[in-house]
């Protein structure tokens, strides 16, 4: 364990070497955040509600993601698996008692930390601006049920990266993937609209699906999108889904390594 | 005459190196491809899963809205296309100091770094761009007539100019500053403004989003002479905007230009 704990501070380290990177980042965030307000601003114009909630409870949806994406989001841990790989950095890992998932799953809190840090910073500066328009319940539980569910979303996201990382081991340039699924786990992870604005036999389907656990599931029993009952259910099957993709990712972490070739001296 | 000829000749062998580049990685063309398709569908289910709870988005019905999403689409994609790997290598290139092989090219520097590469995949999807924007105009029952056509085709080939002088400005900050990772998600982030109506746009962002910087217009301007004919303010502002733009960012590039000093040995 004490070998992690290392990880986890040079990742620290390392990643506050990009602190400006992610205060770009969080510039950007704050531009997005101007686009859904805008853009919600004239959907819900002369509108009490759309979906059953109101323009303050939407835009604190809005808000809740992109936070959440600060601190559980995996944003290039993808690319930097696959640049192991193909640089044969991943060797040296081979060849000492040190689980290659567990030393990315360090780096990756370590790198939480710091875009965590960089996004409230984002926020107390949006603060002023949102000020009115945001809407969070008051119920404990949503508490309670928010901290595990996002300590599984976390689990989640890193394990589809690490295995579409991992996919450097059969193609050259993964970034073709890695694109195409930041588009499925966009939609279908609700950053772009909230899901439950999605027909209801959707929405039940999706709701079995990863994705929904992604971004869309912390968010909605943070900002009251969902009730107890549902949020108990999602987290078993947030559970579920957190065990298969690690489950994948050690397969799929086991095949590699019979396809790969440690070349030089 | 003579240099037009030259520079035609350059693009065309640029443009010969590209395809064959394409055909040589068929499977990678096809992944991007599948990726832009993909990235144009996120943003036609959002407008749909939106105009399933309202009737308008202010003022502007599901297919305009379509019409404008489309339009913003179509130029990302000729951008994407025909310029973004070429100024994206160039901020690189800038830093690396292999900026010194464009500089021993024969033609203008600005030219030679742009025209390097054609991005089939994005051409390929401007297709189903037009394709939407097209059906749109079907179902709002619009007949444009070859002069309406030309005229939209000569705005979104100045949004295409406007956006790629941005995209140079941004670029061209790589002369002045060396860790300027991140700032081509600044295009990305801007581009996101273009697919909103300019009535959503009041107060502040209005000043900055429609009057400042022209992402509001570049779009808007050719969907609404779809929607709404030849409309001469709108019109001379995209004029304006794309002279004031590629003329702003070739003067950037120049300046630029003359702080660079070249790879060392």
Known sequence: MIKYGHA?????????????????????????????????????????????????????????????????????????????????????????????????????????????????????????????????????????????????????????????????????????????????????????????????????????????????????????????????????????????????????????????????? | MGTMTHYLKIWAASARYSLVRATMFRGDLFIWAVVELLWISVNVVMVGVIYSHTRTVAGWSLYEMLILVGTSMLIQRFLMGFFWSGIFEMGRNIRSGLFDFTLAQPGDPLFMASTRKLELDGLINSVVAAALVAYSARKLGIHPGFGDIALYALMVACGVVIHYGALVIAMSLAFWITSSQGIEGSYFTLMEFSRLPREAFRGLASLVFVWILPVVVVSNAPARVLLHGFQLSWAAGLCAATLGWLFFAVLVFRRGLLRYTSASS
């Open chain 1, 8 to 265: 986890f501070v040079i990742g620290l380290q390392s990643n506050l070497i990009y602190r400006w990177n992610y205060a770009v980042r969080s510039l950007f965030w704050f531009c997005h955040l101007l686009v859904v307000f805008i853009l919600w601003g004239a959907v819900f114009a002369g509108k009490a509600d759309v979906g059953g909630f109101s323009f303050a409870q939407t835009l604190t949806y809005f808000v809740t993601i992109f936070i959440l994406q600060f601190f559980i989001g995996a944003f290039n841990e993808d690319y930097q698996i696959s640049e192991d790989i193909r640089n044969g950095l991943i060797n040296q890992f081979l060849l000492k008692p040190i689980n290659y998932f567990a030393y990315r799953l360090s780096v990756f809190a370590a790198a939480r930390v710091v875009s965590g840090a960089f996004g409230l910073l984002a926020l107390l500066l949006a603060v002023p601006f949102f000020r009115g328009y945001l809407d969070f319940p008051h119920e404990g539980w949503r508490i309670a049920l928010g901290i595990p569910a996002m300590g599984l979303t976390a689990i989640i996201q890193f394990s589809i990266a690490y295995c579409f990382g991992l996919l450097a081991f059969w193609f050259l340039d993964i970034q073709g993937f890695v694109i195409l699924s930041m588009a499925v786990e966009n939609l279908l992870g609700g950053q772009i609209f909230p899901l439950d604005l999605l027909p209801h036999s959707v929405f039940s389907v999706l709701r079995f699906l990863p994705f929904f656990y992604q971004a869309y599931f912390p968010a909605s029993i943070l900002t009251g999108r969902q009730g107890l009952d549902f949020a108990l259910q999602g987290l078993a099957i947030q559970a579920f889904w957190a065990f298969i993709l690690v489950c994948v990712a050690e397969a799929i972490w086991r095949r590699g390594l019979k396809h790969h070739t440690a070349a030089g001296g």
